[in-house]
C-alpha cells in the first residue's frame, strides 16, 4: 500500500526551465529524503530533512532546493535544468533519523 | 570509493532454484536496508536488517557486522522474483548509501 505519494509521474521539459516535484508522506513520519537515480541505475542521496534540519549532499549542484511546508510534505526545487538531471528522483520517508526507510513511486524527468 | 559492493551484478537462475545475493561494505555498519525495484522503477523494502537474520516468507537476510557484509537469500524463486535487488548501508547522516545492484532473471 503506498503511503509515500509523488507528483508528477513524468515531466518532460527543456533546459533552462525551473520545475518542481512534490512529495507527501502520510506515514506519519519525521524524517523526508530525497534520492537520485541516474541512467545506470546508480541511487544517490540529495537531501535529508528532520525537524526542520536540513542535511545537503555536497555533490549536489546548487540549483536543486527542497522546499518543506510541514513534516509530512518535502517537495524539490530545479532553478533551471540541465541535460544531466534527467533522472529519475525517489522521495522517502522514514519515523526519525536511523530509522528504515519507505520510498515514494518516484518522478521521471527528461530533460531536452 | 565505492562504500557498498554488491554482488553478482547479474543473476539468471531457473525457476525453483534458490538464490544469494551479496553486499559488502568497505566502512563500518551502522544499519542496512535491502530493496526489490520493480521493473516500473518503485522501491519495496524488503528488510531492514541492522544485524543477524531476519526471515520473510521465502527472503533470508543476514547481516554480519564484524565481517561487513549482508546477504539476501530467496528460496525456490519463482519467475515473479525478477528484477532488480538493492542494499544500501546507512551512512553516519543516517542517509541510505546505494549498492550498484543484482538484476536477478528467474526463467520458467
Known amino acids: 500500500e503506498t503511503a509515500v505519494f509523488q507528483t508528477p509521474n513524468y515531466h518532460v521539459t527543456q533546459v533552462g526551465n525551473e520545475v518542481s516535484f512534490n512529495c507527501k508522506q502520510t506515514?506519519?513520519?519525521?524524517?523526508m529524503y530525497w534520492y537520485k537515480q541516474d541512467s545506470k541505475k546508480l541511487l544517490k542521496i540529495m537531501f535529508s530533512?528532520?525537524?526542520?534540519?536540513?542535511?545537503v549532499n555536497e555533490t549536489v549542484p546548487r540549483r536543486f532546493s527542497p522546499q518543506s511546508s510541514d513534516k509530512a510534505h518535502l517537495n524539490l526545487r530545479i532553478k533551471s535544468v540541465e541535460p544531466e538531471d534527467s533522472a529519475v528522483y525517489l522521495c522517502?520517508?522514514?519515523?526519525?533519523?536511523?530509522?528504515?526507510?519507505?520510498f515514494g513511486p518516484g518522478t521521471r524527468l527528461t530533460v531536452l | 570509493g565505492q562504500q557498498v559492493q554488491q554482488s553478482p551484478a547479474s543473476l539468471v537462475l531457473q525457476e525453483g532454484e534458490n538464490a544469494e545475493l551479496q553486499c559488502n561494505f568497505s566502512?563500518?555498519?551502522?544499519?542496512m536496508q535491502w530493496f526489490y525495484q520493480r521493473p516500473g522503477g518503485s522501491l519495496v523494502s524488503l528488510f531492514y536488517?541492522?544485524?543477524?537474520?531476519k526471515h520473510s516468507g521465502r527472503l533470508t537476510s543476514t547481516t554480519v557486522i564484524k565481517e561487513r557484509r549482508s546477504s539476501l537469500h530467496i528460496s525456490s524463486s519463482q519467475t515473479t522474483d525478477s528484477g532488480t535487488y538493492l542494499c544500501?548501508?546507512?551512512?553516519?547522516?543516517?542517509?541510505?548509501?546505494w549498492g550498484s545492484g543484482t538484476k536477478l532473471i528467474i526463467k520458467p
Open positions: 522517502a520517508s522514514s519515523p526519525g533519523l536511523g530509522y528504515e526507510q519507505y
Open positions: 506515514l506519519g513520519h519525521d524524517t
Open positions: 530533512y528532520n525537524n526542520k534540519q536540513l542535511i
Open positions: 566502512t563500518s555498519l551502522n544499519s
Open positions: 536488517n541492522p544485524s543477524g537474520t
Open positions: 544500501a548501508r546507512m551512512d553516519s547522516n543516517y542517509q541510505l548509501i
